[in-house]
């Protein structure tokens, strides 16, 4: 019965929302607040990062490697030092990013006291909130976390800047514990596994925080530690125009409070064409090892590439995941640096040969596609190339690579907030041009066919 309800609920689903193409064309909509030649519409100004890509002469859209800086600083300066006993780097960002400026050593020894002192959560959290309610996607669990830490806020709705700092502080802090608790308490509730809640240890970065709750053992490496760290600074910040932060500034305008904001900026980046995406990267790669018998045989791996492009193997959409992005042309430099970082983590080590097939991967899609397809677009490898790979080193489970990347956004994501609330003050409202014309006749409910 309930087959035929839906049946009859859905059957002219496609028929009634589908707008033509062609009529954005003719009403010079651009979908996705995107440009024909794939720029982004300008919709504000910020202080906070520049996400550089190409450059436009007399219109005209041309490839140059790419630049990623927070508040003016290259984002290759802020995290250059590849040294495993190098000072962790995450916190220093997210001062910058929420701060507005790097940190003296006495105003970073300052801020991870702050962070530490908000480790804990609110008594019975756990016990209430994660394990008995617990739900198979942690990106949701985080998003209902955040909305019940406003339910234990008793100034929730205060807009004062203090409140502002003290709610983003918060939950930078609190998100990483959340999410390995979480994951314990999937395992429990669906896999009959033990359930772990280590103590946080008060000192450790956020990086050692993560390795040290997540494993059973507690045991983990500086240079796991410091990868670790690399990829929350790599995915803290990615400018104004991104999907999740852009949620961020359109919720924010509309003077809503900052619990609220966050929790729909987790929803947006659970998306499978944002944060999710890097799942389904990894997802194309198993797929590759598993059809490919010799992974240092490059025209074998381009071979199976282009029965990708043809849609005729993995996913059948034609896409060469982990390749391209709506910005970056040359060089995505997150990709960059987790390559560099990448390699000198899988050298010598049982993920070596897997490293050098990701290499082929990156180096032979733009040929492939240029053959299959016949056309030539400036493509790169993005973050999501290598990224699920470096989890996959360090031992992280899946379910987590979407909460980890939520985990560094956050500053990127409170930065932008506050940015919106002091400088935009506008409620964000843009316009879509309907696509009839008049008014049509009431029929009487009788009368309808």
């Known amino acids: ?15 009634v929302n589908n707008i033509d193409p062609e009529i954005y064309k003719q009403y010079n909509v651009k979908r996705g607040l995107r440009n024909e030649d794939g720029t982004g519409v300008i919709a504000g100004l910020t202080n906070i990062s520049r996400v550089h890509g190409y ?17 003016g600083y290259d984002l290759y300066d802020l995290v250059n030092d590849p040294s495993p006993n190098h000072r962790y780097n995450f916190e220093e960002v997210a001062y910058l990013l929420v701060m507005g400026e790097l940190p003296t050593q006495s105003q970073l020894d300052f ?6 002192a908000e480790r ?81 240890i008060p000192g450790q970065s956020t990086a050692e ?24 600074c790599l995915h803290a910040e990615h400018g104004g125009g991104n999907n999740s932060t852009f949620t961020v500034r359109v919720m924010s305008s509309a003077d809503t409070d900052p619990y609220s904001v966050y929790g729909a900026a987790l929803g947006s980046l659970k998306g499978l064409r944002h944060g999710g995406a890097n799942r389904q990267v990894l997802a194309m790669q198993c797929d590759v ?34 390749m391209g992005h709506a910005v970056y042309t040359k060089s995505d430099p997150r990709a960059v640096i987790l390559k560099r970082f990448a390699s000198r983590l899988a050298q010598g080590s049982e993920f070596e040969a897997e490293y050098k097939l990701l290499e082929t991967i990156e180096r032979v899609s733009p040929e ?5 397809k016949g056309t030539k677009k400036d493509m790169c490898a993005n973050v999501d190339m290598y990224s699920g790979f470096v989890y996959h080193m360090l031992g992280i489970p899946e379910v987590l690579y979407t909460p ?42 009788e009368d309808r066919q």
């Open 111 to 116: 801020f991870i006291s702050a962070l530490d």
């Open 120 to 200: 804990d959560l609110p008594d019975g959290f756990t016990q209430t909130i994660l394990l008995p309610q617990h739900r198979p996607d942690i990106m949701n669990v985080l998003s209902r976390s955040i909305m019940m830490l406003y339910s234990r806020d008793a100034q929730a709705e205060e807009r004062s800047f203090r409140h502002e700092m003290r709610t983003a502080v918060s939950l930078l802090s609190r998100l990483p514990r959340i999410m390995v608790l979480s994951h314990y308490a999937m395992r429990h509730r669906y896999f009959n596994e033990s359930f772990i809640m280590h103590p946080f």
């Open 368 to 372: 492939v596609i240029l053959r299959e």
């Open 55 to 71: 450059l436009m002469d007399d219109g005209v859209k041309t490839a140059d490697d790419g630049l990623l800086s927070f508040r």
């Open 1 to 15: 019965m309930e087959d035929v309800v839906e049946q009859k609920l859905t059957e002219n689903f496609y028929r």
């Open 209 to 232: 925080t993560i390795l040290s709750m997540l494993r059973p053992d507690r045991q983990f490496t500086a240079e796991e530690a410091r990868m670790l760290d690399i990829m929350l």
């Open 289 to 322: 090892k598993e059809h490919v018998s010799n992974w240092e045989n490059e025209d074998e791996v381009a071979d199976y590439l282009a029965k990708i492009v043809r849609k005729e193997a993995f996913d059948k959409t034609g896409l060469i995941y982990g």
């Open 404 to 445: 980890l990347f939520a985990c560094g956004r956050m500053a990127g994501w409170a930065a932008h907030r506050f940015e919106e609330i002091v400088s935009g003050r506008r409620i964000i409202r843009p316009a879509y041009t309907t696509t009839f014309h008049g008014v049509k006749p009431y029929v009487a409910i």
